[in-house]
Structures are given as C-alpha cells and as structure tokens.
C-alpha cells in the first residue's frame, strides 16, 4: 500500500513571496503519478500541477513548480509570487499507474495562507 | 471549474437513515471515482466506477455502494447512517489513460 505524508499542517507566507511545500511518499511502484491539488475554502479540489513518474524533468505550471527527487520520494511544490488567492489547504496525492481502479492517495494536507 | 457537478451542495440526515449522493462526470469522462474527505483530514477513496460496473473499492463498508448510468453519472448510496459519515463526499471523473482526476465541488452530509 501507498502512503503520503505531509509534515507541515500549516504555513504562512506574505504576499509575492515564494513558499515550498513539502511531501514524502511511500511506495514500490516504479510507474506512478503524484499530484498538487489545491482545496480553497469553497471546498472544490482543484489541481494544481502534475508530474509522471517517468520524467525526470520536472513539471511547472505558471508560478507552480515541482522538485520531484525519485530515489528520495520526495515531491514538493513551490509558488513563487504568491498571492492572495492561493490561500487554501494543498493536498499531495499519489496514484499508481493502471487502467483500471486508479485511485488517489492522499496526505493530509498543508493550509497556506497568503498574509497580505 | 471542472465540468463537474454533484448534488445536493449540503444535507443533514439522522442516525439510521439512509442517503443518495449524485454526481454527473465531466464531458467525455467514463470514469468515476467517490471519495469521503473527513473534517481535518485528506479525502479517503470510497470506489470507482468505469463503464457501470465497480471497478476498485477502498477499505469501506458494504453499506456504502455506487451505482453509474449509461450516460456515466453516478450515485452514491449509503445505508443505516452512522454519526462518522459525517464529511464532505467528493466525485472525480476521468478517463482510461488520461490518468488525472478532475473533481467536483462536494456533497456536506452531517448526520445527527
């Protein structure tokens, strides 16, 4: 089975200042994604960034980036230029790559808040 | 927004009873899976549905069960209610290979 941690339940951050979130995750799968998803406090998961495996480059999506260390299970995420509207609870999952019952696994998450 | 969609937004139930949560998938999407997200806690994976049938169940109870349509919107189905099932219940639809989940924005069951 699948674990995810992550170790910082909370941080805080001023406005256009760049933050890293940090996530371990436990696995013996080879073939894998991980996943940032970002959950405000309108409750809607959204994803943030995505990055297989397989890759060794790693993803970024506008002002979100990833640091994903493979041999280590590390895989954080950094904001840069942060702003108000990134605000919320960030959840790091993971999911084993198979066609068919691709379920996600989550941590228990980081709350960000952007002080202004 | 996701394309995603679950109704009803809120409802509160007691002890006992039981409940249908509904959820229409994003365009295009044939798969879905049913989380339940405990207050503090990250969503835990109900089970998934892929072309009707059960396709992959987390470590829940038989009184929770699914059921998905042919125009791939599902339902959730929980029996004799218990005051633990109180949590927000997300739905995510995807497709085989697309290997990202799109979610929608929560069903809140409180149980009293």
Redesign the interface.
């Known amino acids: 089975a699948q674990t995810v941690t992550q170790s910082q339940p909370e941080m805080s951050v001023q406005e256009a200042e760049t933050v890293t979130l940090s996530c371990t995750y436990d696995t013996s799968e080879n073939n894998y994604y991980l996943f940032w998803y970002k959950q405000p406090p309108s409750r809607q998961m959204i994803l943030v960034i995505r990055q297989e495996a397989y890759k060794q480059q790693n993803a970024t999506e506008n002002r979100f980036s990833v640091n994903f260390q493979k041999a280590a299970k590390s895989f954080s995420l950094k904001i840069s230029d942060s702003q108000l509207g990134d605000t919320a609870m960030y959840f790091c999952a993971f999911m084993k790559l198979a066609f068919g019952n691709e379920k996600l696994t989550f941590g228990t998450g980081t709350r960000l808040t952007i002080i202004p | 927004e996701?394309g995603v969609t679950q109704s009803p937004t809120h409802l509160i139930k007691t002890r006992g009873q039981q409940v249908t949560l509904r959820c229409s998938s994003q365009s295009g999407h044939n798969?879905v899976?049913w989380?339940q997200q405990a207050l503090?806690?990250?969503?835990?994976?109900i089970f998934?549905y892929?072309r009707e049938e059960e396709?992959?169940r987390?470590n829940f109870p038989p009184r929770f069960s699914g059921l998905q349509f042919p125009n791939y919107s599902s339902e959730l189905n929980v029996n004799a209610l218990e005051l633990d099932d109180s949590a927000?219940y997300?739905c995510?639809s995807?497709f085989?290979?697309l290997?990202?989940?799109?979610?929608?924005?929560?069903t809140?069951l409180t149980v009293l």
């Open positions: 996701t798969t899976s989380y503090g806690q990250g969503p835990q994976f998934q892929y396709n992959g987390g927000l997300l995510a995807s085989p290979r290997n990202t989940q799109y979610f929608g924005p929560g809140r």
